[in-house]
């Protein structure tokens, strides 16, 4: 790093040592923390009074507390960070020419930085790099990268923690492993920090596949039924394909981009900008680390294992939908986000795979959502379908508005997890259509903060994802008639379609589930073979009831940041600041967290937001919710109060009367096929048909023609064995295989099968060694 | 610096190790007697490093007993092993491999 600090003038250096505020630079200590409770939990969890939970809520406390500080710290470090106190230090250190490659910290500052604004202010991501160690020139380092990306995630991740540690005291309280639940949360946490704080991107694989790991233990944390076991394997098994592109996608990075030297991302994604690397490597890179997305952020064709992954207790679900690991796949392509910017050709395109994946994700999810049961799975494929929106609006170049819903998204769902665990807990089932229904007389509360997280879901004025879905929608860049803009990077006119197909799907799935769990009558409470297994500590039989505070509270908390955290991103031109701040609360959230100006992000442009893309994707969603409430609060509530039955659908609703609808519905139920097709068609042709067709290529094929040259061989070998073969080789073979017959037969003596023979005769053949080694040195 | 006496002493234990492991039955003795022969080269490691003023020779000392305490964990399942299946830890009669 020192050597670059010398190459020039200040204006061309790209990192500096220089002194950053000490939060920013000791931000590892937020993911030390959970790591270290891990520890704690596992040796002394048991014994303490809290079975464990109270290192777990400890530790994630104050890295949430440490993650708050460290976000006021990069504002201040964001807005007060001038070129010129950059100058002046940067010329101090060029003085002192003093400086070691080990331990310094280092800010990145691109070569364009000057020119990023006539305020002076920079965007200087703070890195702080310890050398772990050095092989052939090439560096492995351990070390932290804090840029407004870091420290977002950061929020994030510890705040939904933290809320789901709460939570789990309640809901997993009396579990047979509750401090081992404990424990995997903890290093989960501490895992996913890790990995949104790595400053290179061998750290970034090995935060990513811990995240893989904990997820795994968390699945199937219930291991003891087997399709839990069999959900935990599916969510690793389906990774792992997944973490094949990943490896070669930072392979061809390293030596591409790094030159074959360097991990440091911030150096590869100046490489990149600078131009000099080859296309073609960007290309491959780009497309590998899609292939990763796909697995880790459960995106279109790989996105099979996390529906099933509901199969882990609703914390961790929360917990691994919101936070932690398939954001890890957005948060990849957003730090790494020059390899697909380049690689891909984001701008100025209208079509690239990373876009067509994610919306193609966005409306296959939306629709499976439709045909769950059983709550998690709709809440599930409502993620995948978010993610879609997610992996879309990076593919179409907008870096904010990708990172900005990923942000509210996490807020939202966590909420709506919580809550479903919240009516699960009370019924012991997430089965919407048989055990629950007219919930909101039992559970008012959870209901007003599920109904909350499935407007802002949905994308409802003024909640949060409303605010995050338009300036993805607007940055798509194709809505031609709306009134385009022009400074958006591409014009995706594909992608903006799904995108409105999407919101109204979104609205009108949630509408479905709000109905069939909350509204209507209560269908369940027939389960008493369940009653038995859960009667342990609840006593409940009879009606549903509310749930306690410990899971209340995180509802509350979660159900406000879902009305709230939407407006730190008011689009330029909504609700304009006050005299002395003209920008008020517009785009603070694009000024803190986009590394626009940086050496190490791309120019991406930003559409102007308009007034009627908001208005047309608002009523979009409306009309989705609008179809699907006039279907189940309007036909089948009528109807079932006519009848008196208990109703999920119509039932001469359109599945039953029109072929082609029945189809679909078919479809949607099996998934697309697409198990069948990995476990039936994939594995098990690979071990059945394909395995048979290549015997019987091998039968009739391949031993045909080795039959034929064996039978020509044949014809001319009898020649050479009548006469060569028999007289003198034959004669000679023979002989010594009699001899070493003979040999071996009095050999085999030896091999008593006494291991102290075989000792005796290694000490001897040792002693002789020894003897041999004497004489040799006395020659 | 009395090296000779050391090397001595650590010639006559390895003896007695090579001994005990070619002439005991008893595999527990057999066991034993292997840590002998290496606490014999352990002598000579730290004999020849404090001779030659090397602090290798210790630290290649310590290597050997954490070795040592490895193979003796591997050995002692062995026997135990052994134990569970034959009622008997005698070496005499373990010679399923004879040829």
């Not at chain 1, 992996?391 to 990172?403: E, K, N, P, R």
């Not at chain 1, 007219?438 to 007003?448: H, W």
């Not at chain 1, 009831?545 to 909504?574: D, K, Q």
Request: glycine share 10%; net charge negative.
């Amino acid at each position: 790093m020192f050597p670059r600090l010398a190459a020039g003038a200040v204006s061309e250096v790209s990192t500096v040592t220089n002194e950053a505020n000490w939060l920013l630079e000791n931000a590892w200590l937020i993911a030390l923390l959970p790591a270290i409770s891990f520890v704690l939990i596992l040796f002394f969890g048991k014994k303490m009074p809290f079975k464990g939970a109270e290192f777990g809520i400890t530790a994630v406390s104050i890295s949430f507390i440490l993650a708050i500080l460290t976000g006021a710290a990069w504002m201040e470090h964001r807005d007060n960070f001038t070129l010129d106190t950059f100058g002046e230090k940067a010329a101090v250190l060029v003085d002192d020419g003093a400086g070691s490659a080990v331990d310094n910290v280092t800010l990145a500052v691109g070569t364009a930085a000057e020119a990023a604004g006539g305020d002076g202010q920079a965007y200087v991501a703070v890195q702080k790099t310890t050398q772990w160690l050095q092989s052939g020139g090439v560096e492995f380092n351990a070390g932290i990268m804090v840029d407004g990306l870091s420290v977002m995630m950061l929020f994030v991740v510890t705040m939904i923690s933290l809320l789901v540690h709460i939570y789990s005291t309640d809901y997993v309280g009396g579990d047979r492993r509750y401090t081992h639940f404990f424990a995997f949360l903890s290093l989960f946490t501490a895992s996913m920090l890790f990995f949104v704080l790595s400053d290179n991107i061998l750290q970034m694989i090995v935060g990513w596949e811990l995240v893989g790991v904990c997820s795994f233990a968390l699945i199937g944390h219930w291991w003891e039924e087997k399709p839990n076991s069999d959900a935990a394997l599916k969510a690793f098994i389906t990774n792992r394909v997944g973490d094949v592109g990943l490896l070669v996608g930072m392979i061809t990075l390293f030596f591409a981009a790094g030159k074959g030297m360097t991990f440091d991302t911030i150096t590869i994604n100046e490489n990149i900008l600078q131009g000099g690397v080859s296309h073609t490597a960007l290309v491959v890179a780009a497309a590998c680390l899609t292939i990763a997305v796909m697995s880790k952020s459960g995106q279109f064709v790989l996105h099979t294992w996390l529906p099933d992954a509901m199969a882990g207790p609703t914390p961790v679900s929360a917990l691994i939908h919101a936070a932690t690991m398939v954001v890890a796949g957005i948060y990849m392509v957003a730090r790494l986000f020059p390899v697909f910017w380049e690689g891909m050709q984001i701008d100025g395109s209208s079509i690239n795979f990373l876009a067509t994946v994610g919306a193609v994700t966005l409306v296959g999810a939306g629709l499976l959502a439709f045909v769950q049961d059983d709550i998690k799975k709709v809440l599930a494929y409502s993620t995948v379908s978010q993610l879609g929106y997610m992996a879309m609006a990076l593919g179409v170049g907008a870096w904010t508005a990708a990172v900005f819903h990923l942000f509210t998204h996490a807020f939202f769902k966590a909420n709506l997890f919580l809550g479903s665990g919240s009516v699960a807990h009370a019924v012991h089932s997430f089965d919407m259509k048989k055990d629950m229904g007219g919930m909101r007389k039992f559970m008012p509360k959870t209901y007003v903060t599920f109904l909350i997280g499935s407007l802002a879901l949905a994308g409802l004025f003024p909640l949060a994802g409303f605010w995050s879905k338009d300036e993805i929608l607007v940055n798509t860049g194709g809505w031609g008639i709306l009134g385009g803009s022009a400074s958006a990077p591409g014009s995706y006119t594909f992608h903006f379609v799904m995108g409105m197909i999407g919101a109204a799907l979104t609205a009108a799935y949630m509408t479905r589930c709000v109905y069939l769990t909350f509204h209507g009558e209560y269908r369940g409470g027939h389960h008493d073979d369940h009653a038995e297994d859960h009667a342990d500590d609840h006593g409940h039989h009879g009606e549903p009831h509310e749930s306690g505070p410990r899971i209340l509270y995180p509802l509350y908390i979660l159900s406000a940041f879902s009305i709230l955290v939407g407006f730190v991103n008011f689009p330029p031109g909504f609700l304009t600041g006050s005299k002395k701040d003209p920008a008020g609360w517009q785009e603070r959230f694009l000024h803190f967290i986009e590394p626009a100006g940086s050496s190490y992000f791309p120019a991406v442009g930003h559409a102007t937001p308009s007034w009627w893309l908001a208005i047309v994707a608002s009523l979009v969603a409306v009309a989705g919710a609008g179809a699907a409430f006039t279907y189940y609060f309007v036909k089948v509530d009528r109807l079932a109060q006519r009848t008196g039955e208990h109703l999920v659908g119509l039932p001469n609703g359109v599945t039953t009367t029109n072929a082609l609808a029945r189809a679909g519905h078919k479809l949607l139920v099996n998934k697309y096929y697409l198990d069948h097709l990995y476990t039936g068609i994939i594995a098990g042709g690979t071990k059945g048909p394909i395995a048979k067709a290549a015997y019987w290529v091998n039968q009739n094929v391949l031993d045909g023609t080795v039959d034929g040259a064996g039978r020509t061989a044949v014809q001319s070998g009898k020649l050479v064995y009548e006469k060569i073969d028999q007289g003198v080789v034959d004669g000679a073979i023979n002989a010594s295989g009699r001899t070493s017959a003979a040999i071996g037969e009095e050999l085999r003596h030896i091999n008593t099968g006494r291991v102290q023979n075989y000792a005796a005769i290694m000490f001897a053949g040792a002693a002789i060694l020894a003897g041999a080694f004497v004489l040799l040195l006395a020659l | 610096m009395l090296l000779n006496q050391f090397l001595l002493l650590s010639a006559v234990l390895f003896c007695l190790g090579v001994y005990g492991v070619l002439a005991r039955k008893n595999g527990m003795l057999v066991l034993m007697s292997v840590e002998l022969i290496l606490n014999a080269v352990n002598i000579n490691l730290v004999a020849f490093g404090a001779f030659r003023t090397d602090v290798g020779g210790s630290v290649f000392a310590l290597f050997t007993i954490a070795v040592a305490a490895a193979e003796v964990g591997i050995g002692l399942a062995i026997v135990l092993l052994m134990y569970r299946n034959r009622r008997s830890i005698d070496l005499t009669q373990a010679d399923l491999l004879k040829g």
